[in-house]
């Protein structure tokens, strides 16, 4: 088991790489020349070499791939404080304040928020300082014993940020993969009460959906069929939501499982000293079903 570091420790290293940071910015060619636009695309392919480290539990390359996006982080925070925008200290200490804020259940009494416009209350909650005396003990709710009871109240909460979100929906950003994107537009709904009020209801909307994406394809609409397809997805990513399964991960297993399997009747194929075209189904077939108990 790793020794774990102290806070101090912790505080060190994180100034070590803003050392590191400003001076490759200084000093390093590449460095020197990227901006917002073009650092951009490498944040995104790092973000997703994170998500698969995460799919495969993989810690050491977790902590890699966590050190990549950090490093973009105090990256975009540079670059704002170049501008005379903002820095890394604001980036910080404005995620604290919202943390902060959203979980109004815990008491922050004693505790600093540099927002001008916040403070905190008498019941030790995150409020805008024209609230102050809005808030009493009266009307304080109790704090949620569960993740889910957490969950239920999250969109209300986010809804008080003044800054925030003009809507529920608006937050879900438009560049999200699809699939994951329906996942959390049906999640941002759920957190404001519309939902099935039985997981098990959601079948027959399944079922509906199916049935109207077969009567379109039998009609070889592709427009509507299209359409149909893309309700039918929805309906069972609507599923596994409510049967707590992300379908991105399920997904993405399949995905490896598939590659692996297809992988082994191209290595038979390799054996037998033929091309993966020239084997027969039959074939494929069985090495399928070799893989599979492999």
Sequence with gaps: ????????????????????????????????KQTNESLRPNTIEETFELADALLKNDSKNICKELGDVMEHVVFYSMLGQEKEEFDVADVCNAQSDKLMFRHD??????????????AVNANGQ????????QQTSDNQQAAPNTATQVESTWEQRKQRERDGNKSVLSGVPESLPSLIKAYRIQDKARNVGFDWE??????????????????ELQ????????EEF????????NAARLYHINPDNALEHTNQKFIKRFDYIEKKAREKGVS???????????????????
Excluded: N
Excluded at 280 to 294: F, G, I, N, P, V
């Design 126 to 133: 995150v409020v805008y300082k024209d609230e102050l005396k």
């Design 219 to 226: 009609k070889e609409d592709k427009e509507r069929s299209a």
């Design 1 to 32: 088991m790793k020794t774990l570091h102290t806070k101090e420790e912790k505080l060190k290293a994180f100034a070590r790489l803003l050392d590191v940071q400003e001076r490759l910015r200084k000093e390093c060619p590449w460095d020197r």
């Design 230 to 237: 893309g309700d039918f997805m929805f309906s069972l990513i």
């Design 198 to 215: 039985e997981k098990e209801q959601v079948w027959d909307k399944v079922y509906e959906e199916l049935g109207e994406l077969k009567a």
């Design 105 to 118: 259940f815990i008491d922050w009494t004693g505790w600093e928020v540099t927002r001008q416009d916040m």
């Design 276 to 294: 993966i075209k020239d084997l027969t189904l039959a074939e494929m077939d069985q090495y399928w079903e070799e893989a599979k108990k492999l």
